[in-house]
């Protein structure tokens, strides 16, 4: 199954880091991960991917396994804007059949 | 990041009547789109792949000839809901990807009424 595992939902402080965990035991050598985030009535919002290497970007870092069966979207600190639903995705296929399945997502709720 | 656009972002239809969304990357040529639909709580359902100028690529128990996909032009992917029911009603997602990058970016989403 490509799907990715995720727990339902989390909490976290405004101001505080968030590890947001991803499982994708399954995962293969080419396929990429994927990180989103949706707000009620939107699409979804890129925030990083990677394949192998640690990545950082404005938005967030992305901490890969060793053995790619996981992986763990870090926020910096939280801000209430920060609420949403956050996607762990299992980028699967070549090029032209490239295509990027969604799991069930965690709930990311910020305390203020 | 790159900017995807979807139209209309709200539709209300009649039963048996089809509808239109269109999907347009707007500052960069997307050979592939993707279309999704989302229920209410739940993760978005890959629909479908489209990539210029060839046939869409249906997901498995999605009829593609109730959902058209027409991917025209290199910025260009429209959506066609055939003979539309109640429970067709939902949130209809695209979005795009360039060759050369790996990342999609998604449009704002359509919410689809039919009554």
């Known amino acids: 199954d490509a799907k990715t595992t995720q727990p339902n939902s989390m909490e976290s402080n405004e101001e505080e880091p968030v590890h947001l965990p991803c499982n994708h035991s399954?995962?293969?050598?080419?396929?990429?991960i994927h990180w989103y985030r949706q707000l009620p009535s939107q699409g979804p919002e890129y925030v990083i991917h990677g394949l192998t290497s640690n990545v950082n970007n404005r938005m967030a870092s992305l901490a890969i396994a060793e053995d790619r069966k996981s992986s763990t979207l870090i926020l910096h600190r939280a801000t209430l804007r920060d609420a949403a639903v956050y996607y762990c995705i299992r980028g699967k296929g070549t090029s032209g059949t490239y295509k990027y399945i969604f799991g069930t997502g965690t709930r990311l709720k910020v305390l203020a | 990041g790159a900017v995807v656009s979807q139209h209309p972002s709200r539709v209300i239809c009649k039963s048996g009547t089809s509808v239109k969304i269109e999907c347009r990357s707007l500052d960069f040529q997307a050979t592939t789109m993707f279309w999704y639909r989302q229920f209410p709580k739940k993760s978005l359902m890959l629909m479908a792949t489209?990539?210029?100028?060839?046939?869409?690529?249906?997901e498995q128990g999605v009829e593609k000839d109730k959902f058209l996909i027409n991917h025209a032009s290199l910025t260009l992917s429209t959506l066609t809901v055939t003979s539309a029911h109640p429970e067709d009603s939902s949130f209809y997602i695209c979005?795009?990807?360039?060759?050369?990058?790996?990342?999609?970016?998604f449009g704002q989403g359509t919410r689809l009424t039919v009554v």
């Open positions: 489209s990539n210029e100028g060839s046939k869409a690529t249906y």
């Open positions: 979005s795009a990807r360039r060759p050369e990058r790996i990342e999609a970016f």
């Open positions: 399954t995962i293969s050598g080419t396929d990429y």
